[in-house]
């Protein structure tokens, strides 16, 4: 479904992504691992046409969108969970959802709205409440309650879990389960939590300097040696 070919991306001099190649087949979760600045974010921005590439080239259903606007990324069906949630805290639940699904039409918008209070009770009870005042899981909520009501096909999360009670984590990472489960949307996963990133994911990339350095199924990865020490606590 999506597919990204030998992807270089520059911050200056100095390179962000160095010929990263990987793909997230229809209706699976991949999820992205690494550490701080290893270019897992970037790839994300590059998807979703927040910043621009130097090399390579994104397919999404066999099209070629490298360099498409994000309007236009969005109106394919991939929808993008920013790092850090970065909803609109001077708009209410309501509006934020209404944000997310500028390029529906009324009805189909109002099916959308029934599915992510479906997942998430709280949004619903929260409706007419300022952004800015929910807690960080329910902010975090409504990040990805926004980006659903566009219907995407894929979805790009970026750290879900960051930030947020331990206690709502597992809500959030069982919403992405509903997510890929009933509706069969594909999600490209980073994530800090490398043990829940990996028990819930199809397939995995792992991450250095802008390189991938290792990729398997989660069965895999978990009995590497290198991951277990890096990302999984073990010694």
């Known amino acids: 479904m999506l597919k990204i070919e030998n992807l270089e991306s520059k911050y200056g001099a100095v390179y962000g ?3 990263v190649s990987l793909s997230l087949p229809e209706h699976t979760i991949v999820t992205l691992l690494g550490a701080n600045g290893a270019g897992k974010s970037t790839i994300l921005k590059v998807i979703s046409g927040l910043i621009r590439s130097d090399k390579g080239r994104v397919f999404f259903q066999n099209q070629d969108i490298t360099g498409f606007p994000p309007h236009r990324v969005v109106g394919l069906g991939i ?8 909803i609109f805290s001077n708009l209410t639940v309501e509006e934020n959802l209404r944000m ?15 599915f992510v209070f479906s997942l998430f009770p709280r949004l619903k009870e929260r409706l007419k409440q300022l952004g800015g005042t929910l807690s960080g899981g329910e902010q975090q909520m409504l990040s990805i309650a926004r980006a659903l009501v566009a219907k995407p096909k894929v979805l790009l999360l970026d750290e879900p879990s960051l930030g947020i009670a331990p206690i709502l984590v597992d809500t959030i990472f069982e919403s992405i389960l509903t997510i890929n489960k009933i509706r069969g949307v594909g ?12 028990e819930i994911a199809h397939y995995g990339y792992v991450f250095q300097t802008g390189r991938v350095i290792l990729e398997g199924e989660p069965s895999v990865l978990k009995e590497n040696e290198t991951i277990k020490k890096a990302y999984l606590g073990f010694e």
């Not at 997310?100 to 029934?114: I, T, V």
């Not at 999600?187 to 829940?196: C, D, G, P, S, T």
């Open 100 to 114: 997310g699904a500028f390029l529906k039409k009324r009805k189909e918008a109002r099916e959308e709205f029934d």
């Open 187 to 198: 999600i490209l996963l980073v994530e800090q939590n490398a043990r829940m990133a990996l």
């Open 17 to 19: 992504l160095k010929g």
């Open 79 to 86: 929808s993008h969970v920013p790092e850090g949630r970065l």
